[in-house]
């Protein structure tokens, strides 16, 4: 029959199509089919350098492999020599004359077992770039030889040729992988993460607590003490400050504080039975919130301290999550119960030009504005029942859903975008418990951060 | 007036008299005297009775301190003066007067009249009263926090919604009453009047869902006369769940209002 045939192709076309719309968002990833492979074979220590390498190459692995520019090449296929620095290549021997009266023997591919950078450039490895070196310790200092090798260009493969220098422990061996990682990465457009931090809630403790970690999960530290609940933290742009909501004092108010020493700031909270989810202006110097004063609930922006404290909407419903524009600093997006069940708005700094993001299906909530303040993060049920969250992109320009990060694997809330503009944090009852995990913006390399107690509503900043 | 026949017999008996006497010499005896005039012995005029008292009562006889009595007399005869004792004094012959004694107490009427006094008496016992319940002790059945536990119930919503509606408004009201008895019981203390939401709605959204709740609740007791400087209001958001199945039985459990005392 005729017909079938020809609605096949329109199908497949169609559906190319919806794909290709999918993954049009321009984060930087390059897709896979077109990123250079990379082999990154694991480094080794010399004395007590050796053993502070297993956490090295795990996080150099880790660096790499997350930056989603690469085609990692599996270590399994690796030559068994190793080079430690360019001096251990040795230029390829030409393979000896087939030995004459045996034209059938088959004479084997010659190989220099690793010594040789066509080792590593031709099948099974088939990289495009070697990283390699070595640590050692020296004068008391942890010290790392690091390079990069072109190997399409073996005349002349050096690309990267330095020394990193950090403390003798398990802290300065990731250190010294983190700035290794952040240079090669750097040279494909790719931003380190190293670095940045992720602040969030935890209860491990018996109540919920501000905490802050690494962006890849290590060295979480407690930030608050209060044995009461804490949560809702944001951060300062530059990443001196931290803002969150907290029932110690009874009802729930904001508190301001410093992360580095840990200290209370004092934010002035005005008369009300709620002041909460507070949020930095990218210029750091002030607040924006959400209020009961007068009726739940209304967004204020106040200054740094709580001073100076007027509201941005109208009172009509229960506005909150609000979130200034980082890249303009002169409109926001909240999340308001105004048309009925939670949806997702923006307006402009002064209240004026509001309008609904969100096409008010399901609920939306939890917006969170992209570095470049073209496009958010948020979480949104549509498609399943109230409270089955998922985690989507829209382009606020247009209003146009660009593509759905998660499919129902438990609930997916609270995104947050890493400076880079690439990554996300999320919270996700996935696994059970709510954990926080981090992926790229495309929904890719999921990688779960924590796992004591409940962790929830992650923040990525400096 | 002389009776004749009396005269005509005493004639008779003084001449046979004189004739007896002898008949000695006729010296003319001297003419007699005239007998004396006849002592006529008038009937003591019928001596009148004493008063008659008919009717001396009290009703009723037994009286609580504080109450009334009434005393009834009837006093018939030849009566000049009634009265009756206890400061009632001199009173008509017949009547009745209401009486409050404290103590028991014997009323004594007296007729008199010309025939004499004749005294009649009625006793009114008076009993003290029960004694009242004592009073009610200040120090009440539990503390704030028991009584609210078992007196003022929890309330509850719709999804996404904070108004008080159908069933809700009679949990209101019978709570109203409980709470205004706890508020008079001790009078320094405040309620808090906490909002809860079900764990579907994000974190942020539900702590002013809860404060909405919280305040709906509030304004409700209000109108029914509970004082508002002694309610507080305090949303939980979905930060203390009762349960925490994904069941909307369990949802509807946190979609509450739920009374604590306050600090």
Known sequence: MKFPRLIFPAFAAGAMLLLAQQSTIDIGTITKGERPAIALPDLRGSGEAQAFMGAFNQ?????????????????????????????????????????????????????????????????????NYLAFGYTAVQNGVL???????????????????????????????????????????????????????????????????IWMMDYDGKNQRQLTHF????????????????????????????FVFSVDPVRDLRFYNQSASVNSSPWFTPDGKQIVYSSSAGRCCRIFLSDLNGSGFRPISSLSSIDTEPK??????????????????????????????????????????????????????????????????????????????????THGEGRNEHPSWAPDGKHLVFSSTRGGRSQIYSMLADGHEVQQLTTVGHNERPVWGK | MFDKRKLMALCMAASLAMFAAGCKKKTPPPPPPPPPAP?????????????????????????????????RWEVSGNVTSVSIDNAIGTVQNTGNRRVFPTDSTTYTLTASGPGGSTT???????????????????????????RLNTEVQDVYFDYDKSDVGG?????????????????ADFPNASIVVEGHCDERGSAEYNLGLGDRRANSAKEFLTQLGVPADRLKTISYGKERPQCTEATEACWQKNRRAHFSPGQ
């Not at chain 1, 990465?185 to 931090?197: C, I, N, R």
């Not at chain 1, 909530?365 to 829209?394: E, K, Y």
């Not at chain 2, 009242?132 to 002790?137: A, I, V």
Request: charged share 15%; proline share 11%; net charge neutral.
């Open chain 1, 59 to 127: 996080t150099l692995w880790a660096d790499i492999n997350g930056a989603g520019i690469f085609k990692m090449i599996p270590k399994t296929s690796y030559p068994t020599f190793v080079p430690q620095q360019p001096s251990d290549f040795q230029p390829p021997v030409a393979p000896a004359p087939a030995p004459r009266g045996r034209p059938n023997q088959m004479t084997a591919a010659p190989s220099g077992g690793g010594r040789w950078m066509q080792d590593w450039a031709t099948p099974p490895v088939s990289a």
């Open chain 1, 143 to 209: 010290v790392l030889r690091g390079w990069l090798y072109d190997l399409r260009n073996p005349a002349s493969p050096q690309v990267i040729g330095k020394t990193y220098l950090g403390s003798v422990d398990e802290n300065g061996s990731r250190k010294v992988a983190h700035e290794f990682a952040a240079d090669i990465m750097a040279l494909f457009g790719g931003q380190s993460l190293a670095g940045t931090h992720i602040y969030f809630n935890s209860d491990r403790t018996g109540h919920k607590e």
């Open chain 1, 227 to 254: 044995n009461s609940t804490s949560i809702e933290p944001a951060v300062s742009p530059d990443g001196s400050k931290v803002a969150f909501t907290s029932y110690v004092h009874g009802n729930p108010g904001i």
């Open chain 1, 324 to 405: 200034v524009n980082p890249k303009t600093g002169s409109d926001l997006v909240f999340s308001s119960g105004r048309s009925g069940p939670e949806q997702v708005y923006r307006m402009n700094m002064d209240g004026a030009d509001l309008e609904r993001l969100t096409d008010g299906t399901g609920e939306a909530a939890n917006p969170a504005w992209h570095p470049d303040g073209q496009l958010i993060a948020f979480a949104w049920t549509r498609g399943f029942s109230a409270g089955a969250w998922n985690i989507f992109i829209m382009d606020v320009a247009s209003h146009r859903v660009m593509t759905q990060l």
């Open chain 2, 39 to 71: 002592t006529e012995t008038r009937p003591e005029p019928a001596k009148p009775a004493a008063p008659t008292v008919a009717q001396f009562s009290a009703e009723p006889t037994t009286i609580q301190r504080g109450q009334s009595a009434t005393i």
């Open chain 2, 120 to 146: 009649a008496s009625a006793t009114i016992t008076v009993t003290a009263p029960p004694p009242p319940p004592p009073p009610p002790t200040t120090k009440p059945a539990g503390t704030v926090e028991q």
């Open chain 2, 167 to 183: 069933e809700a408004r009679d949990v209101l009201t019978r709570d109203a009453g409980a709470i205004k008895s706890i508020l």
